[in-house]
Nanobody, 126 residues
Framework: QVQLLESGGGLVQAGDSLRLSCAAS????????MAWFRQGPGKEREFVAA????????DYADSVKGRFTISRDYAKKIVYLQMNTLKPEDTAVYFC???????????????????WGQGTQVTVSS
């Protein structure tokens, strides 16, 4: 059974940093793109960041560019989202996603991802 498990969420103050982790089990995603999405209270789920299979290509939502960094550790099979200078508007449930296609890159296209985690809550107070 394929699972993506997010961790690292929590309650922080504006300006703080957090690092989210997404650990995969059940299969390897070393040849697959991975991404982070988020859903704020009363909002639609939105794209945050994506990384291709090799780590050579990344994509970010304009709202997080310069503050968030997506990366992956192949040995540990973990994808990270480093979030700096957090703002109250970053408050959301953050979801990890994986593309089932070999070396594809859906980028911000939500329907391009086949596997999803349950999400981790990030709350940023002002």
């Amino acid at each position: 059974q394929v699972q993506l498990l997010e961790s690292g969420g929590g309650l922080v103050q504006a300006g703080d940093s957090l690092r989210l982790s997404c650990a995969a089990s059940g299969r390897t995603f070393s040849n697959n793109a991975m991404a982070w999405f988020r859903q704020g209270p009363g909002k639609e789920r939105e794209f945050v960041a994506a990384i291709n299979w090799s780590g050579s290509r990344t994509d970010y939502a304009d709202s997080v560019k310069g503050r968030f960094t997506i990366s992956r550790d192949y040995a540990k099979k973990i994808v990270y989202l480093q979030m700096n200078t957090l703002k109250p508007e970053d408050t959301a449930v953050y979801f990890c996603a994986a593309d089932g296609a070999y070396r594809g890159f859906p980028g911000a296209f939500e329907n391009g991802y086949d596997y999803w985690g349950q999400g981790t809550q990030v709350t940023v107070s002002s």
